[in-house]
């Protein structure tokens, strides 16, 4: 339903795709002598530079760490650097970055060619994905980063700053959160075993590897071992349902009131937390009509101009505690 809906949105637009291959054309090259930006915008040389670079980076480490075909990283290279135009050019256009609706056409076109092997199909997909989000969110950068007197020269170079320092702070939290670093692959527990749990239920994680399955199922032949009967009619079903209600969400421009993608996310977070979803959700909408008359008033501007904020503070909180929560038992309380 998700993957439907997300496809569905996601070429409903396409003059998206028409302004993506117009700048792979070169179609709003600027003249060097003439142009303003040069002076506060990143060389383009970076990127002729650049691209080559990282890119053979990338699929050597795929290579080497998760057994890619070198063909197949390479062949990956030129699709991700299309689709991220095109989620670059969806996010300039509509605010919207299709980052996870676009990594499953890598998903699928390489778990088509290589579908005994899953790590290929994941690892061209994550590289779609990371792509694509990044540089289309650093476009959402430029507005606030204007605001705040950087330039997009500065902007760039601070997300590359970030990138090292997330790494640096990020991997070892991650091995002491989850109790990686005595992870042993021949004990017979999966990684995904020892990760996933009511606290980090992962649900976009456990969509991929569904997605990879799937794929590995039908490309590789074995698709009896994994798509039983019952699971074709819900799978067709789903798809069906997901294309109908985001036909009818775009037709409505917005105003129909069943979204496909969140009854999806429903199905795969835990219950509590899709109870809790609703409840905030109830919440918010009830104050939006208690003080729909009122718009003027403090109890408007609380709940309902800054429910936003109020959310994802909600949400931010709620991670945070609960990653502070399990340092405190592996620091002090030792497990």
């Known amino acids: 339903m998700m993957l439907v809906a997300a496809m569905a949105s996601l070429f409903s637009r396409p003059e998206v795709f028409a302004e993506a291959f ?38 050597w480490m795929t290579h080497e ?9 390479a062949l990956a290279i030129p699709l991700i650097i299309v689709l991220a135009l095109v989620a670059a050019s969806s996010t300039a256009m509509t605010s919207i970055t299709p980052g996870g609706s676009l990594s499953k056409i ?18 061209t997909a994550v590289m779609c994905t990371e792509v694509a989000s990044n ?12 605001m705040l007197g950087a330039k997009p020269r500065q902007q760039a170079i601070g997300h590359v700053i970030g990138i090292f320092a997330g790494a640096l702070a990020a991997t070892p939290l991650f091995f002491v959160l989850f109790g990686l670093w005595n992870y ?37 032949g074995g698709a009896g071992s994994l798509l039983t ?5 819900s799978m067709g079903l789903a ?47 009830f104050m939006s009509r208690r003080y729909e008359q009122q718009r003027d008033t403090t109890g408007w ?27 405190i038992r592996v620091f002090v309380f030792g497990g």
């Not at 760490?65 to 990283?73: E, I, P």
């Not at 540089?135 to 204007?146: F, W």
């Not at 009818?248 to 996310?265: C, E, N, Q, W, Y």
């Open 229 to 233: 009967t019952s699971i074709l009619w």
């Open 239 to 285: 798809g069906v349902a997901g294309l109908v209600l985001e036909i009818l969400r775009i037709r409505s421009r917005g105003r129909f009131p069943l979204s496909p993608l969140a009854i999806g996310l429903g199905v795969l977070v835990p219950p509590e937390s899709t109870f809790m979803i609703f409840l905030g959700a109830l919440f918010f909408w």
């Open 184 to 220: 042993d692959p021949a004990g017979g527990v999966s990684i995904e075993d020892t990760m996933v749990s009511a606290q980090f239920s992962f649900p976009a994680a456990l969509q991929w590897k569904g997605v990879s399955d799937l794929v590995t199922s039908v490309f590789g």
């Open 22 to 59: 117009k700048l792979l054309r070169g179609g709003t090259r600027r003249e060097r002598g003439k142009d303003i930006l040069l002076g506060i915008e990143l060389p383009l040389w970076v990127s002729f530079a650049g691209v080559p670079v990282l890119g053979a980076v990338s699929v």
């Open 135 to 146: 540089s289309s969110n650093l476009l959402m950068d430029i507005k606030p980063g204007y």
């Open 65 to 73: 760490w998760f057994g890619v075909d070198w063909l197949l990283g």
């Open 106 to 123: 890598p998903q699928f076109i390489f778990g088509a060619v290589d579908p005994r092997h899953a790590p290929t199909n994941l690892m």
């Open 301 to 327: 501007t609380l709940w309902v101009d800054t429910q936003e904020p109020i959310c994802a503070g909600l949400i931010a909180g709620a991670a945070l505690i609960g990653i502070g929560d399990v340092l």
